[in-house]
Antibody
Framework: EVQLVESGGGLVQPGGSLRLSCAASGFTVSSNYMSWVRQAPGKGLEWVSVIYSGGSTYYADSVKGRFTISRHNSKNTLYLQMNSLRAEDTAVYYCARASSLERFAFDIWGQGTMVTVSS | SYVLTQPPSVSVAPGQTARITCGGN??????VHWYQQKPGQAPVLVVYDDSDRPSGIPERFSGSNSGNTATLTISRVEAGDEADYYCQVWDSSSDLWVFGGGTKLTVL
């Protein structure tokens, strides 16, 4: 079965760090474009970051310089290292696959993991 | 950066047709995708590349894209279609993905 399972969310103080994980099954992370998308409570979807199959990475301006996307090929897992966290980073974080067969639409999503930044 | 504009809400009676718009500068030159999100759930892709449907998505869901407006059309609306809908594009010139603000579809 093709699926994504996120983990690593939780409560963290402002200025702190957290690393999210996204374990994939049924397909190969390193062969795909993989992204993180977040959703603040009661708000819309916000794209956060992408890592291309070739390894290039890109970020939304709101997280550039603070967040780092990466992957572990042998574990078939995607990561998001989040540093210098702010209250406005509080959100559900989803990992998603951007399918080249569907013009890079996000065809597979995880269930999400909640990150709360608060003192 | 590229901006996508959606109406905050659309209401429609069961059995009628709902149209949700997504505005953007020359959006007709881009590939537009649409997602459905129900409360407490992850988004689900319902239309990709302007007008194609993933397997398992009913034919009642269709899309179009021209000029400065893309449209998601839901025919014969059912109570189960009540959800938030988001449009999205990939801005290949900047390698950024962009979502619209979302539209809440209410089935009266």
């Amino acid at each position: 079965e093709v699926q994504l399972v996120e983990s690593g969310g939780g409560l963290v103080q402002p200025g702190g760090s957290l690393r999210l994980s996204c374990a994939a099954s049924g397909f190969t992370v390193s062969s795909n474009y993989m992204s993180w998308v977040r959703q603040a409570p009661g708000k819309g979807l916000e794209w956060v970051s992408v890592i291309y199959s070739g390894g290039s990475t890109y970020y939304a301006d709101s997280v550039k310089g603070r967040f780092t996307i990466s992957r572990h090929n042998s574990k078939n897992t995607l990561y998001l290292q989040m540093n210098s966290l702010r209250a406005e980073d509080t959100a559900v974080y989803y990992c998603a696959r951007a399918s080249s067969l569907e013009r890079f639409a996000f065809d597979i999503w995880g269930q999400g993991t909640m990150v709360t930044v608060s003192s | 950066s590229y901006v996508l504009t959606q109406p905050p809400s659309v209401s429609v009676a069961p059995g009628q047709t709902a149209r949700i718009t997504c505005g953007g500068n020359n959006i007709g030159s881009k590939s537009v995708h649409w997602y459905q999100q129900k409360p407490g759930q992850a988004p689900v892709l319902v239309v990709y590349d302007d007008s194609d449907r993933p397997s398992g998505i009913p034919e009642r869901f269709s899309g179009s894209n021209s000029g400065n407006t893309a449209t998601l059309t839901i025919s014969r609306v059912e109570a189960g279609d009540e959800a938030d809908y988001y449009c999205q594009v990939w801005d290949s010139s900047s390698d950024l993905w962009v979502f619209g603000g979302g539209t809440k579809l209410t089935v009266l």
